[in-house]
């Protein structure tokens, strides 16, 4: 049977995403992303997050302890 990673997308503020990126990193096997999209200027990041179904928990624990640095779009 393939399990299939959730996806969910988040907005960074553009000042805290190097902050967002490398604690995203830091968790490498948890969780992965992709930046999406972006024009030049724009003040925010959205993030494609991709998760493996057993991680699902952790990494909702990560992303409420980034408090108002994140903001989770809607799906």
């Known amino acids: 049977m393939i399990s299939h990673s959730l996806r969910t997308v988040i907005r960074v503020k553009k ?3 190097a902050f967002v990126y490398f604690i ?3 968790h490498e ?3 992965s992303y ?3 999209d972006f024009t030049p200027g724009d003040l925010h990041r959205d ?3 991709r998760i493996p ?3 699902v928990e952790e990494v909702e ?4 302890s980034f408090g108002n640095l994140i903001y989770r779009m809607p799906a």
């Open 47 to 49: 993030l494609e997050l």
């Open 34 to 36: 992709s930046t999406l």
């Open 53 to 55: 179904p057993d991680f």
């Open 29 to 31: 096997g948890i969780v």
């Open 24 to 26: 995203l990193e830091s």
């Open 15 to 17: 000042e805290d995403s």
């Open 61 to 64: 624990r990560l992303l409420e």
